[in-house]
């Protein structure tokens, strides 16, 4: 398969304006998820784990097809990032959410995800199989190096937090509570955080302009959410700890 350049060029473009109007959105209200969903409300609801399970598979299953599809096999600083994007996803996929205990979600967030994810799969599959080009000892540079370091150093926080907050609460436990342990002494959203510094790395890595577009589409889409948590708790917690941030540790 050729490099579909004005596909990616389109899809590249859309996730970084699609980022900035979501993020400009959510500085007026909440994205029905979580917490923030009436469950009450009229609408066709999708359970939590299936709704993460069929919004977060395309991600995964896109780049697996063109990598099965594709008849020359790429180097090895090629075949590290594609299967370090599938590893996140396959945990998202097939682990986290058979483990989450969240909400359900409604119907049209779990399309508008779905169509998300399959969107990203294919413009971060297609563009590192058969667009972008490394030199044989990519996988060498301290570019890569590093920023597979930041990757998985982010993922451990995402998954170390999500494991905190799926255990917050007893079994038959309806309440909210603080959150503590780990990334979450210093930032409300430490699940977020996590997140956003595992793509900012996964950037790096990659040291493309699809790869770039995709992490600041997550500081856009997630930053605020963290936010809204962090609000959420001081309102609802008198003894909160004061000294926490939103989303980044020290600064915000």
């Known amino acids: 398969m050729h490099c579909q350049e004005n596909a990616i060029h389109y899809c590249t473009w859309g996730l970084i304006v699609g980022g900035f109007l979501y993020l400009l959105q959510q500085m007026n209200e909440h994205t029905a998820y979580g917490r923030y969903v009436n469950t009450k409300s009229p609408g066709i609801m999708v359970p939590a784990k299936a709704g993460w399970f069929i919004q977060e598979s395309p991600s995964f299953l896109v780049p697996v097809l063109f990598f099965l599809t594709t008849e020359s096999l790429p180097g090895i600083g090629k075949h590290v990032?594609?299967?370090?994007?599938c590893f996140h996803y396959f945990q998202r996929t097939f682990v986290f959410s058979m483990l989450t205990k969240g909400r359900p979600s409604p119907l049209y967030i779990v399309v508008c995800a779905t169509i998300f994810c399959s969107i990203n799969g294919y413009l971060q599959g297609h563009y590192?199989?058969?667009c972008t080009q490394y030199h044989?000892?990519?996988?060498?540079?301290a570019r890569f190096?590093?920023?597979l370091l930041i990757f998985f150093t982010?993922?451990?926080?995402n998954i170390h937090s999500d494991y905190i907050l799926r255990n917050l609460r007893k079994?038959?436990?309806v309440s909210y509570k603080i959150p503590r342990g780990g990334m979450f002494e210093l930032v409300s959203g430490a699940n977020f955080f996590g997140e956003i510094i595992e793509?900012?790395?996964y950037a790096v890595a990659c040291w493309s302009f699809p790869a770039f577009s995709f992490a600041l589409f997550t500081i856009c889409s997630i930053g605020p959410r963290a936010y809204h948590h962090h609000r959420y708790y001081l309102e609802k917690f008198k003894d909160y700890p004061k000294s926490r941030k939103?989303?980044?540790p020290f600064l915000l």
Do not use: K, N, Q
């Open 81 to 85: 990032l594609l299967w370090t994007f």
């Open 199 to 201: 793509w900012c790395g």
């Open 136 to 141: 044989s000892e990519w996988h060498r540079d």
């Open 171 to 173: 079994p038959g436990e």
């Open 128 to 130: 590192m199989l058969h």
């Open 154 to 157: 982010g993922m451990a926080i």
């Open 145 to 147: 190096i590093t920023g």
């Open 246 to 248: 939103a989303v980044i």
